[in-house]
């Protein structure tokens, strides 16, 4: 299973997830964050201020369906301009649903 991470412009939220939903995504994370890329290292702060909004999305895939969603967030934020955002693939190692010990994509475990 891999976590997924876009730092995308807040505006593109709501489209965002729209279609991960329709992509039947399980769930996302949203988080308001604050940044500066790339692009802003040598921006003159006295007009845009030292950081700019931003807003995290993270979600957990299956490794077959990585290379589909990212292309998805790619096509669905981008408008081909520097600043749209970036995306993160990270391995995840593992997952427990808090109400009942399950770990995510695998049988129940045994108590005790």
Not at 23 to 40: K, L, P
């Amino acid at each position: 299973m891999k976590k997924i991470t876009a730092i995308i412009k807040p505006h593109m939220l709501d489209r965002l997830a729209s279609t991960m939903r329709k992509a039947q995504i399980a769930g996302i994370t949203v988080m308001a964050a604050q940044g500066f890329g790339r692009d802003e290292i040598d921006a003159d702060v006295e007009l845009i201020g030292y950081l700019s909004e931003r807003t995290v999305v993270e979600m957990i895939v299956t490794d077959d369906r990585v290379d589909e969603i990212v292309q998805l967030i790619q096509r669905t934020v981008s408008t081909k301009h520097s600043g749209d955002g970036i995306v993160f693939v990270s391995d995840l190692s593992s997952a427990m649903r808090l109400s009942d010990g399950r770990s995510i994509g695998s049988a129940p475990q045994e108590n005790g």
